[in-house]
Structure formats: structure tokens, C-alpha cells
């Protein structure tokens, strides 16, 4: 069993920034791709951004050249660096790590407001 542990979400005006971090821990297999997903109220769960065991990232357009995924594979821990944050950035964001089988944080929420 893994279990992962998000922290960092809260409340960030329009052009502000916010790190997340989501830490694993448990039976962790080595290969693996770790990943951020969110979810708006009403709105379908969607990739923000993954990074494989070996450092490939993949990002949604709409957070192309505002975030930034990476992570630290000694402490099986990976990071959301977000910048220049919208409006429509609002939401809970669930960090997930699939390896042989699929897991999920419990999420964090993010509120872009002014």
C-alpha cells in the first residue's frame, strides 16, 4: 500500500504563486510516474502535469510555461511549482503516482481570488 500526503494548497491572489508538494510513502515501486491532477466543482478531473521516475514531464496547455513539476526520488516526493496563477487555476489538486497500481493523495485546494 502507498500512501501519499499533499500540502502547500490555500489562498493566492490572481499572479501569485504556490508550491505543492505531495510525499509518498509505503510499498513504492521504483518505476514509476508521479503526477498532479485537478478538479473544479462541476468540472471532470484533469492532468495538470506527471513526471516519470526518470525526469520526463508532460504538462495540460493550460498550464504550460506557468508550472513547473519536479521531484526528488530519495524522499519519493514530487513538487508543483505554480506561478502566475488565474482564476481558473481554482481547484482541488490531487497528487497521484501510478505504478503497477494507481494511487491518490486526498487532495489540496487552491483558491485564486482577489
Known amino acids: 500500500q502507498v500512501q501519499l500526503v499533499e500540502s502547500g494548497g490555500g489562498l493566492v491572489q490572481p499572479g501569485g504563486s504556490l508550491r505543492l508538494s505531495c510525499a509518498a510513502s509505503?510499498?513504492?515501486?521504483?518505476?514509476?510516474?508521479m503526477g498532479w491532477y485537478r478538479q473544479a466543482p462541476g468540472k471532470q478531473r484533469e492532468l495538470v502535469a506527471s513526471?516519470?521516475?526518470?525526469?520526463?514531464?508532460n504538462y495540460a496547455d493550460s498550464v504550460k510555461g506557468r508550472f513547473t513539476i519536479s521531484r526528488y526520488n530519495a524522499m519519493n516526493t514530487v513538487y508543483l511549482q505554480m506561478n502566475s496563477l488565474k482564476a481558473e487555476d481554482t481547484a482541488v489538486y490531487l497528487c497521484?503516482?501510478?505504478?503497477?497500481?494507481?494511487?491518490w493523495g486526498q487532495g489540496t485546494q487552491v483558491n485564486v481570488s482577489s
Open positions: 497521484n503516482m501510478r505504478g503497477p497500481l494507481d494511487y
Open positions: 509505503g510499498r513504492i515501486f521504483s518505476i514509476n510516474t
Open positions: 513526471i516519470t521516475s526518470g525526469g520526463s514531464t
